[in-house]
């Protein structure tokens, strides 16, 4: 493919490979970022329309850290390239009566200083009366939280990066076999990429990558996503009128009707087991069934509304949501980043930014992150 040695050479362009290119080409190296389809692909995990940034995680302090400095980059990256990649909706946190996870939220926003309010139910019904709040008992409001429009945010970034001198091309990679130091990576088609360092950032794919280690430690499940039409002349399904939400006791989240695309519903259980290659695309008649089911319930002027697009992608699920970060045991030179478990997308920048660091030696080893602390048994922590 090429005689030249890049400092860095990264494989995968969906939010962690493209930000963790952008934070090493930041630093001056020379990198080569690879994908086998393309940024943001329609079957990556980040090639959707649109994913939500929030800053709640329960109790969970280092995930809302982690938010807060990406939603700056992200920001940043809007308006580096004069493109409207974050709205900002607000996110609103629909919470059960008795709700120990969004009452561990506000108390971590509370601690970090992030501005929210808790609204009571009569509060919810006047600020957004399309909303039913049946069984709900109260919501969290964070005003500056929002919706990353995904697909086009990497595609820029990638695009932004190469004229800063970022190299990137299509290719699929052959998985090395050898342990010790790597010193080229080959590719299908017959050539080969030789580099200081190796990042891969391969979303579900990892697990194929590398079967020995990642196999039992990656579970791509299926994930199916809906978008109903409002009703006509209806503004109130689309932002500012209706923001990002999750309803909590449902475990439903969604996200506004975004430049006409349709109010965006899915369910954030985890689905069955899928491969990211040959997995039927096709939504099933029973997640639409239960989408509408909700959708009637919960926005009673949809109950009726056509759906006007459908996806399936995929998640990458570690053991209980905590990314994989680290480097691989059997290569001195190459490095893993993945195990988005469904929340990821929104921290590419902060996981661009550790694992620059964690390569340069420059910033401490989150353990949570350690390819050691991934269990083969899934117990999803991590929301």
Same mark, same amino acid.
């Given at each position: 493919? /090429?005689?030249?040695?890049?400092d860095v ?7 962690f ?10 630093? %001056? ?7 086998a389809?393309g940024?943001?692909? /329609? !079957?990556?995990s980040s ?7 929030r800053?709640g995680?329960?109790h969970?302090a280092l995930?809302?850290?982690?938010s807060? !400095?990406s ?10 390239t004069r493109?409207?990649?974050f709205?900002?909706?607000?996110m ?9 996870y969004?009452d561990?939220?506000?108390?971590t926003?509370v601690a970090l200083g ?7 139910v ?8 399309q909303?039913?709040?049946d069984?709900i ?6 005003p500056?939280?929002?919706?990353? =429009?995904?697909r086009?945010a990497?595609?820029?970034?990638v ?6 001198g970022?190299?990137?091309?299509i290719?699929?990679v052959?998985?090395?076999?050898t342990?010790?130091r ?5 590719t299908?088609?017959?050539d080969?990429v /030789? ?12 697990? +194929?990558l590398?079967?020995e ?10 994930q199916?996503?809906?978008?109903f ?12 009128? =209706?923001p ?6 449902s475990l ?13 519903v899915?369910?954030?259980?985890? &689905?069955p ?5 040959? &997995? ?6 029973e997640?639409?069934a ?11 002027k949809l109950a009726n509304?056509?759906l006007?697009e459908?996806?399936?992608?995929q998640?990458e699920?570690?053991a209980n949501g905590?990314?994989i ?6 290569f001195?030179n ?13 921290? %590419?920048?902060a996981?661009g930014?550790y694992?620059a660091? +964690?390569?340069?030696d /420059?910033?401490?080893?989150?353990p ?9 048994v899934?117990a999803?922590e991590?929301?």
């Open positions: 493919m /090429s005689a030249k040695i890049f050479v990264v494989v995968g362009s969906g939010t490979g493209a930000w963790t290119a952008h934070a090493l080409r930041s630093t %001056g190296q020379s990198v080569l970022l690879l994908d389809f940024p943001a692909h /329609s !079957r990556a090639g959707g329309e649109s994913r939500v940034i800053m995680y329960g969970d995930y809302t850290r982690l807060l !400095r939603l700056e980059s992200w920001k940043a990256l809007a308006q580096r493109k409207s990649l709205q900002q909706t607000g609103l946190w629909l919470a059960g009566k008795d709700d120990g969004v561990q939220t506000r108390e926003l992030v501005e929210h309010a808790a609204l009571s009569d509060e919810v019904s006047k600020r957004f009366p909303i039913a709040t069984g008992g109260w919501a969290l409001w964070e500056n939280s929002g919706a990353l =429009m995904a086009q990497v595609q820029a970034l695009a932004d990066d190469m004229q800063d970022l190299e990137y091309r290719a699929s052959i998985p090395p076999k342990a010790g790597l010193p080229r990576l080959a299908t088609h017959g080969s /030789s580099a200081g360092t190796f990042v891969f950032a391969c979303g579900a794919w990892l697990a +194929r590398f079967p280690l990642l196999g039992q430690r990656i579970f791509p499940t299926r199916e996503v809906f978008f039409a409002p009703p006509p002349g209806d503004a109130s399904f689309s932002a500012p009128a =209706m990002a939400w999750f309803h909590h006791p439903v989240y969604g996200i506004p009707d975004l430049e006409n695309r349709g109010f965006k899915s369910v954030d259980r985890h &689905g087991a899928f491969d990211p290659d040959s &997995g039927s695309r096709v939504v099933s008649a997640g639409l239960t989408a509408r089911e909700f959708v009637a319930r919960t926005f009673p509304a056509p006007t459908a996806r399936v992608c998640y699920n570690t905590d990314f970060l680290d480097r691989h045991p059997h001195d190459v490095w893993i980043g993945g195990g988005g478990s469904g929340h990821g997308f929104k921290h %590419g920048p996981v930014e694992l660091g +964690r390569i340069a /420059s910033v401490d080893p989150e949570r992150f350690a390819l050691a602390s991934k269990a083969t899934q999803r991590i929301f």
